[in-house]
């Protein structure tokens, strides 16, 4: 509980109508996408950096946790207040600041939202190309904050390679410039990737300087059916070896295609295995030029067939299919659980082999999908929450993925973080000593452990 | 053990269903506003889930969330989980109701209709009424709704000026509210108020109800208190689907948009009737940046506009951004509610006309605007 002093000096920094402890406040606040929960004193709306600034000096000085939020779209509990004290949420710093194409930039506040940015860019011809799964909620803040990623990562990385520098103010209150507007920069450390991905531990990002790219003026769309997993994922490997990078390569499984010919009218044909596969050029030839090849590869490792989109009807119900995964699935029981292994794009069909295995071992329904083209792997478990027996089975096949991926040279999280959901098993992917410099790293920064504690296993 | 509440047994799977992505936020108007997440479904959702197990009741805490939905449906367009907020939120509703808990702005409202056959309690009848058919034997009735009747009254005139220069044959009648907004907030359609309102329009022998209003036409199609309307052969429909197959020889090279009201497209699937008409009359037709099922709500639903009037107003005041962004000389709609509220929050600045299609029309067809 806040003395009422403290709730009071916060309601003169924010202003009365920008604090809340009201309990219909604390419960939605106490949750992010994935339920994990943790229920806060009081939560801010803040809508300026010096805001943000004077709350964090009196958190320190009171040693107050603080719990950056933005969209709350995060599956991971970054953003969930565990230790209680203040949310901060930035979700009324909402301005796109500056839309410089000469400069190839734009400056955001970390509130706005991942596609009003798109629309805002679309009419200049360009693009932040990241497109996380939740581009239609998410923030572009929480975005950094996870160093979000999504369909295109294979041919445009995730949110890391986009971010040029942030302003962010530091448990202490200071508030720090990191990084430039420039294209590149080899000056000093380098500030700004320490903060992306910081899930909130280390201080919270206000202001957000991005590289965007031109927007692709041509696509081919195909679908390649394959009788078999091995097959399709020989094909991934082939493709992204044979000099072609397909802005999209997503895999969709057996039972996911089953569930999407239950869920929609798209009556796909039920395969072991589907490739949708998407190509990009500033021409029409060059972007089927690239498809041709990748057709070319498909047939040759096994396609029983390949459907290319021929009208944008057609490449519309592709990814009309594609798009349906997580509503078809999420309506098969009451609670979803969505994972993002990521490991090296030659293991990806040997991890999908052996994640059967285990899905079967513990009597679950998984659909199966991955972003293929950068070794993502999505296994979406349908299961119900209220049986606490379906649950052990579902954290034991968990347990058993990050454990394959780990072992497989890759991560247990490609691009929806750490939070406390994945927190245990951060020594496992990292070691010891990097664990050790993480935490003194955040000792440096964050003596007291006010800036979103609990996360990331950092505090010993 | 605890006791479950009556809401628990119909909807506590859909509720537990809701897997708190977010994405609702995405396309709630009340968030949208406010950016509070509390406000939106997800946030209900969480708040619903906490009463399933047991660690809140369903108390007056909860009113400022719960009775605070425009019902515009927008979340449930686009759940991924197939989650029917607004049924959710009206049983929800209903049972506190039952145990004395609602915003008391809906409590007046429900108290002004036990006395009253209109919303506002107003006594006075609408002047329109005078010089024309009411209750008297004809093809069809023409009902205008509360708001039609009470708060755009000049919309309904000139709609009513519309019919008779098409030489339609139509009654009026002494209306009675539908009552169909009690179910949305808790409490239940009136049901002698349904009796006499069936009754008068069954006595003009008329076989088609036009409404001007949406919600009307909703409640007299989907309840039960209203199925003698149907059993007598009376049609239904909505005075945008009437136009929709008239035609008029004027056109306006004014640019005009589309409000899709909630209640006609969301809640009713009618989206291409009144655009056929107004493709017939405005070439210069434009959509705004949200349309159809993805149409921004004005929020005066829901009765969001008596019981939060300043979140009202800020949803309207983002919906005509959204006209004026798209260079639009005039705001057409099909719904008295939503004309009124978009009238109501339009700036000194912004220079939209915002009327009814059929109100454009004649206007059209009198010669007020540029033909």
């Not at chain 1, 081919?220 to 997993?229: C, K, R």
Request: overall charge negative.
């Amino acid at each position: 509980m806040l003395e009422e002093r403290i709730k009071q000096e916060l309601k003169d920094i924010v202003g009365p109508e920008n604090f809340t402890e009201a309990r219909i406040d604390m419960v939605s606040y106490a949750y992010d996408a994935m339920g994990a929960k943790g229920r806060p004193d009081c939560a801010v709306w803040v809508t300026s950096t010096d805001q943000v600034s004077a709350i964090m000096q009196l958190a320190t000085r009171e040693k107050i946790p603080v719990t950056p939020r933005a969209a709350g779209t995060g599956i991971a509990g970054m953003a969930v207040p565990t230790h209680g004290g203040i949310v901060m949420d930035v979700m009324r710093m909402n301005r796109i600041l500056e839309i410089n194409v000469e400069d190839r930039v734009c400056v955001v506040e970390p509130g706005v939202v991942y596609v009003d940015l798109q629309k805002a860019l679309a009419p200049h011809g360009f693009t932040l190309p990241t497109e996380p799964g939740s581009s239609v909620a998410s923030a572009i803040g929480g975005n950094v904050a996870t160093n979000a990623g999504g369909l295109k990562g294979a041919k445009y990385g995730t949110t890391k390679d986009y971010v040029l520098g942030l302003v962010v103010v530091l448990p202490d209150g200071r508030v720090m410039k990191t990084g430039t507007r420039t294209m590149k920069t080899s000056s000093g450390y380098n500030l700004t990737q320490l903060f992306v991905g910081s899930e909130g531990t280390l201080g919270i990002i206000t202001e957000i300087t991005l590289k965007v790219v031109p927007l692709a003026r041509r696509t081919a769309t195909a679908l390649g059916l394959f009788d078999s997993l091995e097959d399709a994922g020989r094909a991934v490997t082939r493709t992204m070896s044979s000099g072609v990078v397909p802005s999209v390569m997503e895999v969709m499984g057996r039972y996911l295609i089953q569930a999407i010919n239950e869920g929609t009218d798209l009556q796909l044909p039920e395969v072991n295995t589907m490739l949708l596969v998407e190509t990009e050029g500033y021409t029409r030839a060059e972007a089927d030029a690239q498809m041709e090849r990748v057709v070319e590869i498909f047939k040759d490792n096994g396609a029983s067939d390949v459907k290319r989109a021929e009208t944008e009807a057609e490449r519309a119900d592709l990814w009309a299919a594609r798009k349906s995964t997580y509503p078809v699935t999420a309506r098969l029981n009451n609670s979803i659980l969505v994972e993002d292994v990521t490991v090296p794009m030659s293991k990806l069909a040997e991890l999908f082999r052996e994640f059967e295995k285990v899905v079967a071992q513990y009597d679950l329904k998984v659909a199966m999908c991955a972003h293929a083209g950068d070794g993502n792997f999505h296994p979406l478990i349908t299961f119900d929450s209220r049986d606490p027996e379906m649950v052990e089975r579902v954290e034991k096949a968990n347990d058993a993925l990050f454990r394959m991926a780990i072992a497989m040279g890759g991560t247990i999280t490609g691009e929806h973080g750490i939070g406390t959901m994945k927190a245990k098993y951060m020594t496992m992917e990292h070691g010891e000593i990097a664990m050790d410099v993480m935490r003194t790293i955040k000792r440096a920064l964050d003596p007291h452990n006010i800036m979103n504690p609990g996360k990331m296993d950092l505090n010993g | 053990m605890r006791q479950a509440y009556e809401f628990e047994k119909t909807y506590g799977e859909l509720i537990l269903r809701c897997s708190v992505c977010g994405f609702c936020q995405a396309v709630c108007p009340i968030y949208g506003l406010t950016r509070r997440p509390a406000l939106n479904a997800r946030g209900k959702m969480l708040l619903l889930q906490e009463v399933m197990r047991g660690e809140m009741g369903l108390d007056q805490d909860l009113v400022e969330t719960l009775f605070q939905c425009t019902g515009c449906a927008s979340c449930e367009v686009n759940c991924p989980s197939g989650v029917k907020v607004t049924e959710i939120l009206r049983e929800v509703r209903r049972e506190m109701v039952n145990t004395g808990t609602c915003h008391p702005v809906f409590t007046g409202m429900n108290e002004i209709l036990a006395g009253s056959n209109n919303i506002y309690g107003e006594t006075d009848p609408p002047e329109y009424l005078e010089g024309r058919k009411v209750n008297e034997k004809a093809a069809y009735v023409y009902f205008a709704g509360c708001v039609g009747a009470y708060r755009e009254e000049e919309h309904t005139e000139v709609t009513l000026k519309l019919l008779d220069r098409m030489g339609v044959d139509y009654t009026l009648i002494d209306e009675v509210c539908c009552t169909g907004v009690l179910e949305d907030v808790g409490y239940a359609v009136h049901g002698s108020k349904a009796e006499t309102l069936v009754e008068r329009v069954r006595a003009t022998g008329a076989e088609t109800l036009i409404t001007g209003c949406p919600y009307c036409m909703r409640t007299f199609t989907s309840r039960n208190a209203y199925i003698g309307l149907s059993e007598a052969g009376v049609r239904v429909v909505h005075i945008s689907q009437f136009l929709s197959t008239m035609t008029f020889d004027v056109q306006t090279d004014l640019v005009v948009t589309y409000h899709d009201p909630c209640d006609l497209g969301r809640h009713a699937g009618i989206y291409e009737e009144p655009r056929r008409t107004i493709g017939r009359i405005a070439p210069r037709f434009v959509e705004m940046e949200h349309h159809h099922a993805q149409s921004l709500c004005c929020g005066a639903g829901g009765g969001v506009r008596a019981s939060h009037p300043a979140h009202s107003i800020g949803m309207a005041r983002r919906r005509l951004e959204e006209a004026e962004a798209v260079g639009a000389d005039v705001v057409l709609t099909d719904c008295n509610s939503c004309v009124h509220n978009l009238s109501n929050a339009k700036l000194r600045r912004q220079k939209l006309r915002i009327t009814t299609v059929p109100a454009f029309i004649l206007s059209l067809l009198e010669g007020e605007e540029r033909a």
